[in-house]
């Protein structure tokens, strides 16, 4: 992978012919032909609800009213159900527009941090448990974001982009210019395969963030975390801001690996327990530790740390949930099982972007 002072390579998708997109509600917006549906609406500033953006939150759906769009992929296979296929809904962020549409989508009611382009260089690199490089990136200009959102990597001159949420607090107004990354190593993974071979300090990187909205909710509730692996990273985002937030509310944090010798982030978590140890509980939990070993804690799968012995009312919470997809959706079977109410589940569905 290049290490060039070149901005990463780009494939441009859109045309020289602009289209309108008209709401329902009587408002609209601009798109230029064959451009991403959501991405053109980011572009204008447009508040749209999006988390993933790669197909698979649903968080994007919209009503297809009138015109043309291009599925990047087949919808059936898509968060989408069946009676929202028959309806029209598409997802927002695998449409490219082919002319003019009308859409009925629910705009969000909070003004989005929009996503832009920035440069930065590699100034922390360490290898964790698990497998696990903390990245830390310092910015040529101060730049802010929301709890939970997350940004897009490229080395410069490749044309390989990742998406990794952010792990630090989300900055005030004033913003910030370093954040850091927990980024799991995948066998023959295109980035994070090159990023863990050696120490990457001094490597110039581009980022376009912040994107996704999946860490907020201003109601004063107790809050359930959940992750797996590096899901943790968003959490550490979240669970900071609910304590400046909301000091006075209690907060689990359930952290599933498979085993002892892949806990990582200990030290992280342990700070956010230090701000408030009588509110914040936080229980690791191991899928595939040895039978005897010493571990002494939770075993099983995140799922079976989910019950009457949280020390809160699980219907009157708010869960935030990150990890795998199957990990993420077992959850939130449990989760509104137990009565949680699905407008106060938030997720983050990890997937990987390809190798």
Known sequence: MPDASTPPQRIDQRGKSDCVVSLKNGDSFAVNKNELLLMGALRQGISYPHTCTVGTCGKCKTKLLGGRISPLVDFALSPLTNRELSEGYVLACQAKVRSNLE????????????????????????????????????FEKPFTFQPGQYGALAVSG?????????????????GTREVGFLIKRLPKGRFSDWLARWDRRGVRIWM???????????????????????????????????????PERKLTIIFGVRSEGDLFALDKLEAIRARAPKSVRIIPILSHEPAGSAWT??????????????????RRAAAFVCGSLPMVLAVEDRLKALGMPEAHIHADKFEPSGL
């Not at 799968?301 to 009312?313: E, F, H, N, P, S």
């Open 297 to 314: 804690g939770h075993r099983g799968l995140v799922t079976d740390a989910i019950g009457d012995d949280l020390g809160m009312d699980v």
């Open 158 to 174: 490749s044309y390989v982009r990742r998406s990794f949420s952010f792990y630090d607090p989300a900055p005030g107004p004033e």
């Open 103 to 138: 859409i009925d989508v629910r705009l969000l009611d909070h003004d989005l941090i929009l996503p832009r382009p920035m440069v930065g260089e590699i100034t922390g690199w360490k290898i964790l448990p698990g497998d696990v490089i903390d990245l830390r990136v310092t």
């Open 208 to 246: 376009e963030a912040p994107f996704g909205q999946m860490g907020i909710e201003d109601r004063a509730s107790d809050a359930l975390c959940i992750a797996g692996g590096t899901g943790i990273a968003p959490v550490l985002s979240i669970a900071n801001d609910r304590l400046t937030r909301f």
